[in-house]
Protein backbone atom coordinates (compact mmCIF):
# COMPACT_ATOMS: atom_id res chain seq x y z
CA UNK A 1 0.00 0.00 0.00
CA UNK A 2 1.32 3.75 -0.81
CA UNK A 3 0.03 6.67 0.67
CA UNK A 4 0.76 9.65 -1.42
CA UNK A 5 0.20 13.65 -0.41
CA UNK A 6 1.35 16.46 -2.61
CA UNK A 7 2.02 19.69 -2.06
CA UNK A 8 3.07 23.57 -3.42
CA UNK A 9 0.31 24.72 -5.36
CA UNK A 10 -0.68 28.30 -5.07
CA UNK A 11 -1.79 30.50 -7.38
CA UNK A 12 0.92 32.37 -9.95
CA UNK A 13 1.08 34.63 -12.64
CA UNK A 14 1.62 33.88 -16.00
CA UNK A 15 4.92 33.41 -16.67
CA UNK A 16 5.27 32.44 -13.26
CA UNK A 17 7.09 28.59 -11.70
CA UNK A 18 6.26 26.60 -8.87
CA UNK A 19 7.28 23.08 -8.08
CA UNK A 20 5.19 20.67 -6.64
CA UNK A 21 6.22 18.00 -4.11
CA UNK A 22 4.47 14.35 -3.78
CA UNK A 23 5.42 12.50 -0.43
CA UNK A 24 5.23 9.04 -0.79
CA UNK A 25 4.86 6.14 2.05
CA UNK A 26 5.86 2.40 1.28
CA UNK A 27 9.07 0.95 1.41
CA UNK A 28 8.66 -0.25 -1.91
CA UNK A 29 8.37 3.05 -3.90
CA UNK A 30 11.42 3.16 -5.63
CA UNK A 31 10.29 0.16 -8.28
CA UNK A 32 7.43 2.36 -9.44
CA UNK A 33 6.47 4.31 -12.43
CA UNK A 34 5.23 7.34 -10.83
CA UNK A 35 3.07 10.23 -12.53
CA UNK A 36 1.43 13.97 -12.03
CA UNK A 37 -1.87 13.96 -13.16
CA UNK A 38 -4.01 17.16 -13.54
CA UNK A 39 -8.05 18.03 -13.56
CA UNK A 40 -9.08 21.26 -14.51
CA UNK A 41 -13.01 22.10 -13.75
CA UNK A 42 -15.05 20.41 -16.42
CA UNK A 43 -12.55 18.93 -17.81
CA UNK A 44 -10.84 14.58 -16.98
CA UNK A 45 -8.17 14.00 -15.31
CA UNK A 46 -5.19 13.80 -18.04
CA UNK A 47 -1.69 13.03 -17.28
CA UNK A 48 0.94 15.53 -17.08
CA UNK A 49 4.46 13.62 -16.83
CA UNK A 50 5.58 10.15 -16.10
CA UNK A 51 8.83 9.06 -14.66
CA UNK A 52 10.44 5.47 -14.14
CA UNK A 53 11.82 4.03 -11.85
CA UNK A 54 15.09 4.29 -13.27
CA UNK A 55 14.24 8.07 -14.17
CA UNK A 56 12.76 7.79 -17.97
CA UNK A 57 10.66 10.51 -18.13
CA UNK A 58 7.79 11.49 -20.58
CA UNK A 59 5.65 14.34 -20.77
CA UNK A 60 1.83 15.63 -22.27
CA UNK A 61 2.58 17.47 -25.67
CA UNK A 62 1.26 20.57 -23.70
CA UNK A 63 3.80 21.04 -21.17
CA UNK A 64 7.05 19.68 -22.81
CA UNK A 65 9.81 22.27 -22.20
CA UNK A 66 8.34 23.73 -19.47
CA UNK A 67 7.87 20.98 -16.77
CA UNK A 68 10.58 18.86 -15.41
CA UNK A 69 9.27 15.56 -13.39
CA UNK A 70 12.19 14.06 -11.07
CA UNK A 71 12.25 11.64 -7.98
CA UNK A 72 14.52 11.37 -5.32
CA UNK A 73 13.71 7.19 -4.31
CA UNK A 74 15.89 7.70 -0.98
CA UNK A 75 13.74 10.27 0.10
CA UNK A 76 10.45 8.88 -1.13
CA UNK A 77 9.52 12.05 -3.10
CA UNK A 78 8.56 13.25 -6.75
CA UNK A 79 8.43 16.57 -7.48
CA UNK A 80 7.02 18.29 -10.84
CA UNK A 81 8.72 21.58 -11.83
CA UNK A 82 6.63 23.89 -13.70
CA UNK A 83 7.86 27.29 -15.67
CA UNK A 84 6.37 29.29 -17.94
CA UNK A 85 3.26 28.54 -16.45
CA UNK A 86 0.00 29.56 -18.26
CA UNK A 87 -4.04 29.48 -17.64
CA UNK A 88 -4.83 26.75 -19.11
CA UNK A 89 -2.08 25.15 -16.52
CA UNK A 90 -4.57 25.55 -13.92
CA UNK A 91 -6.42 22.65 -12.40
CA UNK A 92 -5.91 20.24 -9.29
CA UNK A 93 -2.31 18.36 -9.25
CA UNK A 94 -2.14 15.02 -8.46
CA UNK A 95 0.54 11.87 -7.87
CA UNK A 96 -0.34 8.76 -8.57
CA UNK A 97 1.58 5.47 -9.84
CA UNK A 98 1.89 5.31 -13.68
CA UNK A 99 -0.37 3.91 -14.72
CA UNK A 100 -2.82 5.24 -12.06
CA UNK A 101 -4.42 3.33 -9.24
CA UNK A 102 -7.75 4.11 -8.06
CA UNK A 103 -7.19 3.93 -4.57
CA UNK A 104 -3.89 5.92 -4.17
CA UNK A 105 -5.65 9.00 -5.33
CA UNK A 106 -4.80 12.07 -2.27
CA UNK A 107 -6.76 15.20 -2.34
CA UNK A 108 -4.24 17.16 -4.86
CA UNK A 109 -2.41 20.48 -4.92
CA UNK A 110 -4.68 23.30 -6.54
CA UNK A 111 -2.62 25.30 -8.99
CA UNK A 112 -3.86 28.42 -10.30
CA UNK A 113 -2.38 30.54 -12.85
CA UNK A 114 -3.80 34.33 -13.07
CA UNK A 115 -2.93 38.02 -13.27
Known amino acids: QVQLVESGGGLVQPGGSLRLSCAAS????????MGWYRQAPGKQRELVAAITSGGVTNYANSVKGRFTISRDNAKTMVYLQMNSLKPEDTAVYYC?????????WGQGTQVTVSS
Open 96 to 104: NRHPPRPNY
Open 26 to 33: GSIFSIYA
